[in-house]
């Protein structure tokens, strides 16, 4: 019977939203509220996952394997949330939005930060600054500093004061939205709002008291502005530190219980719980309530037992994980060691057969002088523009436009593009991959899938066509 009534709630569902676009189904995603979210929150995303692989939205598909990882996350199922950060890369491809790149990144670095690999955590956020600050959205550069500001939390803090600073300017921009360039909803206002309490806890860090004040103050006011259960955590448990160092132990304990309560029944990830538990084991201490300091000594203990089991069992799965890719890749390199060998035995058989043939049948032809051939002028051009391309020569375009007059002007007719948009459109006509793009002109990949996107955008291709077809028929 329940199989029935989930099967039916789909039909329903597969209807209702079949009649959205894959923004709008992207934006219904987003919208659901993080901090309540969990079992229910995934069947339903789920069921819009299905909507989106039968009108084949890719990006839609993968937001919301982005969006059950965060979940997964969240209730501290560490494993589960890889397994959908898994099935997020298996469909990136160079056609990908960067918000979905981004957001990729975001959640692995988070995910690795927690098993204690920050090296690994970092790189994921490297990966994508270039394309972030040229995005010029104002959103993912605050999330983006914001990262960068955890990361030296503990070995720099005046470093991280500055990206505390960078974070809460940009995250001002966005809810200021001069000419509407951004969507504002619940989540990401609540987000950006955090800014004001982190901000304080950096002037904390330095000792900076009355510069802390301010922006807890500021943190207070503007958590009462939208209804959100993290950024409730986050602003008292500002709050609270802010308040314990300044000596004021009622107001510390208001808000650290109130952070407590949230991390206890909203916000299972261990993460939430250890930092208000030393904050409060700290304040009794200080206090001296022994009773206290013992009941949250035991807590803490508790949840970093629960902790260091869940790590454990990832990172055993992660080995395995590791070993069987290395063990394929022996594998692998033993086949085509084995092709190669048998390759080079084929190839000195054949020069063996070629001079034996030739020296067979050379005084028959003495008498004739062979002429070398000469490429066709077309062929000789294309030869030299592929080695200026590889060369990233600034002669290139200029020999490509004699090798294809009339590309220029094909593209312009479409849409007007920048120069340096034509010369990569003259790239991808030449057929180099991605891959070979960024190494002839010392880009990273994810900056060519990114320049791709945009590309497509401007040109008005097709999702369904593939680019390089496209651009083959540009010409005919």
Request: aromatic content about 14%; proline content about 1%.
């Amino acid at each position: 019977m329940m199989k029935k009534l989930t099967f039916l709630f789909f039909l329903i569902s597969s209807f209702f939203y079949s009649q959205h676009t894959e923004e709008e189904i992207k934006n219904i995603i987003f919208d659901m509220d993080f901090s309540t979210a969990g079992p229910k929150e995934i069947q339903k995303i789920d069921s819009l996952i299905k909507v989106c692989k039968q009108n084949s939205y890719n990006d839609c598909v993968a937001f919301g394997y982005v969006k059950i990882s965060m979940i997964y996350d969240k209730m501290n199922d560490i494993n589960k949330s890889f397994y959908y950060i898994n099935k997020i890369e298996s469909l990136i491809n160079s056609d990908t939005d960067f918000e979905i790149i981004f957001y990729l990144h975001m959640q692995k670095s988070f995910l690795y930060r927690k098993l204690g690999e920050m090296v690994t955590s970092f790189k994921q956020l490297d990966e994508i600054k270039d394309e972030t600050m040229k995005s010029n959205n104002a959103y993912f550069i605050y999330l983006l500093n914001r990262q960068y500001a955890d990361r030296y939390i503990e070995t720099n803090k005046e470093l991280s004061l500055k990206y505390n600073k960078i974070a809460y300017r940009f995250s001002k921009i966005y809810r200021e939205n001069k000419g509407n360039r951004y969507r504002i909803d619940k989540n990401r206002l609540g987000n950006s709002y955090k800014t004001s309490a982190y901000l304080g806890g950096a002037y904390i860090d330095l000792n900076k008291l009355d510069s802390a004040r301010i922006y807890i103050e500021e943190a207070i006011q503007n958590e009462k502005k939208v209804d959100d259960i993290t950024l409730k955590y986050i602003t008292s448990l500002f709050a609270g530190r802010y308040f314990k160092e300044v000596k004021n132990v009622e107001q510390a304990q208001h808000y650290l219980w109130t952070a407590k309560n949230i991390a206890k029944n909203n916000l299972k990830s261990e993460n939430y719980q250890i930092a208000v538990g030393d904050l409060l084991y700290d304040l009794y201490e200080s206090t001296g309530q022994k009773d206290s300091v013992g009941y949250y000594s035991n807590w803490l203990v508790e949840v970093e037992d629960v902790n260091h089991k869940q790590n454990q069992a990832l990172n055993d799965t992660l080995d395995k994980q590791n070993e069987l890719e290395n063990t394929n890749i022996k594998k692998k390199t033993k086949g085509l060691f084995f092709i190669l060998s048998v390759s080079v035995v084929t190839c000195i058989l054949f020069i063996f057969l070629f001079l034996y043939y030739y020296k067979k049948h050379k005084s028959k032809n003495l008498d004739k002088i062979d002429i070398p051939h000469q490429l066709p002028v077309q062929e000789s051009i294309f030869k030299e523009v592929i080695q200026l391309a590889k060369e990233n020569n600034p002669e290139f375009m200029t020999r490509f436009n004699e090798y294809c007059p009339r590309f220029s002007g094909e593209l312009l007719k479409v849409s007007p593009l920048k120069i340096s948009e034509i010369r990569f459109c003259a790239y991808i006509y030449l057929n180099f991959s991605t891959k070979e793009i960024a190494d002839y002109t010392f880009i990273s990949v994810r900056t060519v899938q990114t320049k791709k996107y945009h590309i497509r955008k401007k040109l008005n291709i097709p999702g369904d066509m593939d680019i390089y077809v496209w651009f083959s028929r540009l010409l005919k």
